[in-house]
């Protein structure tokens, strides 16, 4: 998949458009108010900044940052901080925006935010990596802190970025560690952040699966992505008793039939080989277009936005898709899907184990409190449990309406804490 491919989904279509196109019919469902409508078609705030940083070599790099703050009705704005080449304004406000949504979806007492820096983290140096998120938070100082904005960690960026951030941040303000989640634990993180989404994810993905009367056991799953999400859905997958059969990165992917094991691969990725996931897992070679195609019982993307259009949506085989990535399917995709029976477990609740620890964490920090790892994944269960009860009701029991239902739950409890509250 190519940069293009990755921002524009659907004929030229941004991702921008895709969360735009199910709030807009969310909204018309819910008959919301025009002067809400543009509340919550629009950001509260969007910072665009840079950062110089002075390379080892002795230049100077400047770097883009943006920081989109959606909206605040219902808590504190939250959400992560990307560090990736392609990211630009457009992507943070349709990613701001589904925070606000997941937020609401999941009960938890934030609004939506997104941010983060046009960088590839990897080719920066530790100390460079450091100076640039320092920097960072000389630019966004104003309008983050435990009670404003709350980063957390996402694509490129690391539980040691946010100890970067949080050491910036309380040198100004004294000690302050709920001013960002996703830390290491000797700084406040809380047990079980790391896995949280993709833990979130697998459970789930099995409550939808059993829902309709089917056993995970030996359920075929294929997962997209093999970062923090991806690795951990699969995992956790596995170790409920689905068949994990194929996995990918950007590189490519590995299929198996009879399974892969997952845990093994995870373990010399931790080990630090690096090579390409067929050859780590010693199995065929599959690329990304064929693994999204591939005839699977669950397909779970958790990758990048945009992944499954009106191109390929056609081809996909698999009964479920679990969107653990933020935005994969495009609203065309979407409604090829829906008429083809296909049922679609929505990013809004697939992906909120991530924002729902991290409100443990921000808690716990409040509370100047220590969470035990089985206390912090009991909570977790008891939160997906009561949204994912919410949301089949707001669907009437019909896993066709998931997205739509989850969309709707969202759109009214944000517009009655707005309402309650004023603006
Ligand atoms: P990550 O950087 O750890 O992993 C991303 C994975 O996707 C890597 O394996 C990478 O190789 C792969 N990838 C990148 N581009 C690809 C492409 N074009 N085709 C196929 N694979 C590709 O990121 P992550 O934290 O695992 O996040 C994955 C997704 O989940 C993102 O959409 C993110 O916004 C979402 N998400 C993450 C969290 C979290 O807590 N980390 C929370 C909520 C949502």
């Not at 100077?60 to 989109?68: A, D, I, K, N």
């Not at 959400?79 to 630009?88: A, N, T, W």
């Not at 779970?300 to 936005?305: D, N, Q, R």
Request: aromatic residues 6%; proline residues 4%.
């Amino acid at each position: 998949m190519n940069d293009e491919q990755d921002k524009k989904g659907d004929n030229g279509k941004t991702i921008e458009n895709t969360c735009n196109g199910f709030l807009n019919e969310a909204l018309d469902r819910g008959e919301v108010e025009e002067e809400l409508r543009e509340l919550l078609s629009t950001a509260t705030r969007e910072l665009s900044f840079k950062v110089p940083i002075r390379r080892q070599d002795g230049s100077l790099s400047v770097f883009q940052g943006y920081r989109v703050q959606h909206n605040a009705s219902r808590g504190p704005f939250k959400g992560g901080l990307r560090f990736h080449p392609d990211v630009d304004l457009d992507h943070f406000r349709a990613l701001a925006r589904a925070m606000t949504l997941k937020c609401a979806v999941v009960d938890v007492p934030f609004g939506g935010a997104k941010g983060g820096i046009a960088v590839d983290p990897k080719s920066l140096t530790d100390h460079e990596l450091e100076a640039l998120t320092k920097g960072m938070v000389d630019r966004i100082d104003p309008v983050i802190g435990p009670d404003l904005d709350i980063p957390a960690p996402d694509m490129g960026t690391t539980p040691k970025l946010m100890a970067w951030i949080f050491d910036g941040y309380s040198k100004r303000h004294g000690y302050s560690p709920g001013v960002v989640t996703g830390k290491p634990q000797a700084l406040g993180g809380i047990a079980g952040r790391v896995e949280a989404t993709g833990y979130g994810a697998a459970h789930v993905a099995a409550l939808a699966w059993c829902d309709g009367d089917r056993a995970l056991d030996n359920a075929r799953v294929a997962v997209q992505g093999f970062g923090n999400v991806g690795r951990h859905a699969a995992l956790r997958l596995q170790e409920m008793g689905a068949r994990v059969i194929a996995v990918s990165d950007e590189r490519g992917g590995v299929f198996n039939d009879q399974g892969l094991d997952v845990a093994a691969l995870v373990k010399r990725i931790d080990g630090g080989d690096d090579g390409e996931l067929a050859e780590l897992a010693d199995s065929d070679a599959i690329d990304n277009a064929e693994l999204l195609t591939a005839d699977v019982d669950i397909l779970m993307p958790a990758a990048i936005e945009n992944v499954i259009t009106s191109d390929n949506a056609g081809s996909v085989k698999a009964e479920m898709i679990v969107e653990a990535a933020n935005l994969p399917v495009t609203c065309d995709a979407d409604r090829i899907l829906r008429d083809a029976g296909v049922i679609i477990v929505p990013d809004l609740l697939v992906n909120a184990g991530g924002v729902t620890v991290s409100y443990f964490e921000w808690a716990q920090n409040s509370a100047r409190d220590n969470w035990t790892r089985e206390k912090t994944f009991e909570r977790l269960e008891g939160k997906l449990d009561d949204a994912w009860n919410s949301m089949l009701e707001k669907a009437d029991g019909d896993q066709g309406r998931l997205r739509e239902a989850a969309y709707d739950l969202a759109v009214e409890r944000i517009c009655e804490a707005i309402h309650l509250r004023g603006f």
